[in-house]
């Protein structure tokens, strides 16, 4: 019997392999291999290069040079540690720039609400009776929210002693000013202003003005209240200015037409001295 010769087929892998190993003898790269060699180890950066940055500590002023980027790494670099309530400017985790700033605090910041007063404005006005004041506007008090801490400050022996130090504030709301309108102030009035003031009132009181006598008199001329009042005055004549206090003295003796017997009988004489 005869036998048939059987073919045999080479096996898949062995082909595959000899395939890849002359796709590499004729001309493969290995481009792939590098370029992941590439991205597995990227170059090294440079250091960045020293810059000068001004640090200013409670207004004095040094110059650093550094390679630090933040605030923290320059002052690091420069050997200045902050304490626990200083305040730096910019911020310790910021980019540090040109300029860095430091206030030594020796507490923690605190508020405090504060009011600023009103002022009063005075208006002279024909319209207002002499002596006397009318309210044209009513004032009112302003506030204030006042950022303080304690600060370390050197005396002139060189001790350090603390100190209490406004650091920010901040204007709630604003004063309103008072407003007044003030009458006619002046101590001369009629054929009056040319006697001797001073004599009778030195005769009647010793010259003081805040003079009270026991049996209902006041002042430098003695006015009784009712009197006092009679001429426009309010309040006890002894809290009057002495200008005002003579003002109306001389408006009483205008008012009697000089007849001033009936009013200082017993010093009224030296009006005439």
């Not at 190993?21 to 990227?42: E, H, M, R, V, Y």
Request: aromatic letters at 6%; proline letters at 8%.
């Amino acid at each position: 019997m005869l036998w048939k010769p059987v073919r045999r087929t080479p096996p898949v892998v062995s082909v595959l392999v000899a395939a890849a190993l002359l796709a590499t003898a004729c001309g493969g790269d290995g481009s792939a291999a590098k370029n992941d060699l590439a991205a597995a180890d990227p170059p090294a950066s440079s250091p960045p290069a020293p810059h000068k940055v001004v640090i200013v500590v409670d207004g004095k002023r040094t110059e650093a040079m550094t390679t630090g980027t933040t605030v923290q790494q320059v002052l690091a670099e420069a050997g200045i540690p902050l304490g626990r309530y200083d305040l730096v400017k910019p911020a310790a985790d910021q980019p540090a720039g040109e300029l860095v700033k430091i206030v030594r605090l020796l507490s923690k910041p605190k508020l405090t609400v504060v009011k600023t007063p009103a002022k009063t404005v005075r208006k002279k006005s024909d319209s207002v009776p002499p002596w006397s004041e009318k309210v044209l506007r009513e004032g009112r008090s302003g506030i204030k929210i006042v950022k303080w801490a304690y600060v370390p400050r050197k005396d002139r022996k060189g001790k350090t002693r603390k100190v209490k130090k406004v650091l920010a504030q901040k204007v709630k709301r604003r004063p309103v000013t008072r407003i007044l309108a003030v009458g006619p102030q002046s101590a001369g009035t009629g054929s009056a202003a040319g006697l001797n003031w001073a004599g009778l009132a030195k005769c009647e009181s010793g010259g003081n003005p805040k003079a009270v006598n026991p049996a209902g008199y006041y002042g430098l001329y003695q006015f009784s209240m009712a009197t006092w009042q009679s001429v426009g005055g309010t309040g006890r004549p002894s809290d009057a200015s002495p200008d005002e206090q003579t003002y109306r003295a001389q408006m009483l003796y205008n008012k009697v037409n000089g007849r001033w017997q009936g009013q200082w009988p017993n010093c009224g004489k030296f009006l005439f001295s």
